[in-house]
Nanobody
Framework: QVQLVESGGGLVQAGGSLRLSCAAS????????MGWFRQAPGKERELVAA????????YYADSVKGRFTISRENAKNTADLQMNSLKPDDTAVYYC??????????????WGQGTQVTVSS
């Protein structure tokens, strides 16, 4: 069982930056791929970024490529999402998720409670 807790959300002006952090419990964190999802009101949840268990492979949605960076520190059981050049369209609840698979995929087994990111124009 893995428990995930996100932090770092908030209100920021367009063009600004935020760093989201996901803290995980459990001793198996280093074997899980991690992902960051977001869901805006009235929209489907989308995978924004993902990172393999080793950290050697990453994935980004086209909408965030070049602006967001996902990283992880297995020794600290954390996975972060650095968000730069934020746009109003980035406004959403952001969720951290863990997959029991080590490689990047779309099947996630554990979820955090979410953190709100609001980007004002």
């Amino acid at each position: 069982q893995v428990q995930l807790v996100e932090s770092g959300g908030g209100l920021v002006q367009a063009g600004g930056s935020l760093r989201l952090s996901c803290a995980a419990s459990g001793r198996t964190f280093s074997s899980y791929a991690m992902g960051w999802f977001r869901q805006a009101p009235g929209k489907e949840r989308e995978l924004v970024a993902a990172i393999s268990a080793s950290g050697g492979t990453t994935y980004y949605a086209d909408s965030v490529k070049g602006r967001f960076t996902i990283s992880r520190e297995n020794a600290k059981n954390t996975a972060d999402l650095q968000m730069n050049s934020l746009k109003p369209d980035d406004t959403a609840v952001y969720y951290c998720a863990a997959s029991r698979r080590a490689t990047i995929n779309y099947q996630y087994d554990y979820w955090g409670q979410g953190t709100q990111v609001t980007v004002s124009s």
